[in-house]
């Protein structure tokens, strides 16, 4: 798709991959929606973003609700007359599989999966109407093999991989100039780790499981280490621009994990675990 004179809507636009995106796409002329749950820091964001020329604007959005999503596409086509690009990128980190709290799980199932379905359902009808536009939604590498202590995020991100393979061939059936990609990164420079800054208060207690604390520790760790999310976004924007399904920023950690599975189902071992190691490319 010719990115110069579109309209993008980014979710989570106000930190890490969303607003390094957001940084891209205005530098290759499109006009920019961004939706964040955190008020202040997208206000500074599209602050930011204005001083560096983009036409831009915010809206505080919490992905959850289905009418806040409804609302960044009412926002493209009132300020900038159409949408073209939605990036369903909002996302929180989550806790084990065993001992994560039921709200814990419907908070970060709402935001990672719900979050998504809500950016489809808002966008999608209107991109098949007018015969184009393009779909990004971001997963993870733990979305590509499941990662210990990371149960609840690796289900979301699993189903987003799902979701997105399944709207590919829905698409490609319905509406062959409507594409859709998956963005499925090892581990990046953001403030994923403080994903609890925007946790509903009543659930943030911290942990007293020593499996679950020292989980926390390592992506944290993993993440500090990670690449930059300017590199992610390069990977996002050239994607869109080729009509590419696969976003794979660590090209050989998802292979890797892809055919470790594989062989696993083949009746070879287990895949084992280094965590650190995903932060590399
Ligand atoms: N950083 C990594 O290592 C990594 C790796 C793989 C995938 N991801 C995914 O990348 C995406 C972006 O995360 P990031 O790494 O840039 O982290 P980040 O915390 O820097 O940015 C996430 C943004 O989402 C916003 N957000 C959180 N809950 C929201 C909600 N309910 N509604 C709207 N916005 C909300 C946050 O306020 C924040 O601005 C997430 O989906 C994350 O799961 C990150």
Request: no cysteine; hydrophobic share 35%.
């Given at each position: 798709m010719e990115l110069e004179g579109r309209t993008a809507v980014i979710t989570g636009?106000?930190?890490g991959i969303g607003l390094a995106t957001a940084r891209r796409l205005a530098a290759s002329g499109m006009s920019l929606v961004l939706g964040d749950v955190e008020a202040p820091a997208l206000e500074s964001a599209v602050a930011q973003l204005r001083a560096e020329g983009a036409a831009v604007v915010g809206r505080v959005c919490d992905v959850r609700h289905e009418d806040d999503v409804v609302a960044l596409r009412e926002a493209a086509l009132a300020e900038f007359g159409g949408a073209h690009l939605v990036f369903n990128n909002a996302g929180v980190g989550g806790g084990p599989?065993?001992?994560?709290?039921t709200g814990v799980w419907d908070w970060v199932i709402d935001v990672n999966l719900r979050g998504v379905v809500h950016g489809v359902n808002a966008f999608v009808p209107h991109f098949v109407a007018q015969g184009e536009g393009h779909v990004v939604s971001t997963a993870s590498a733990a979305g590509l093999g499941g990662v210990p202590g990371m149960g609840a995020y690796c289900a979301t991100k699993f189903a987003v991989v799902g979701l997105s393979e399944s709207l590919f061939h829905e698409l490609a059936l319905r509406a062959p100039g409507v594409h859709v990609s998956v963005l499925c990164p090892g581990?990046?420079?953001?403030?994923i780790a403080e994903s609890?800054?925007?946790?509903?208060a009543e659930l943030r207690v911290p942990t007293e499981d020593a499996f679950a604390a020292g989980a926390e520790r390592v992506a944290h760790e993993a993440v500090a280490s990670g690449i930059d999310p300017g590199e992610v976004a390069d990977a996002v924007a050239r994607a869109v621009a080729e009509e590419r399904f696969w976003v794979l920023t660590h090209e050989r950690l998802a292979l890797r994990t892809t055919e470790s599975r594989l062989a696993w189902m083949r009746g070879g071992p287990p895949p084992g675990f280094d965590l650190l190691a995903a932060a590399r490319p």
């Open positions: 636009g106000a930190s599989t065993v001992g994560s709290p581990f990046v420079r953001t403030r609890a800054r925007n946790m509903p």
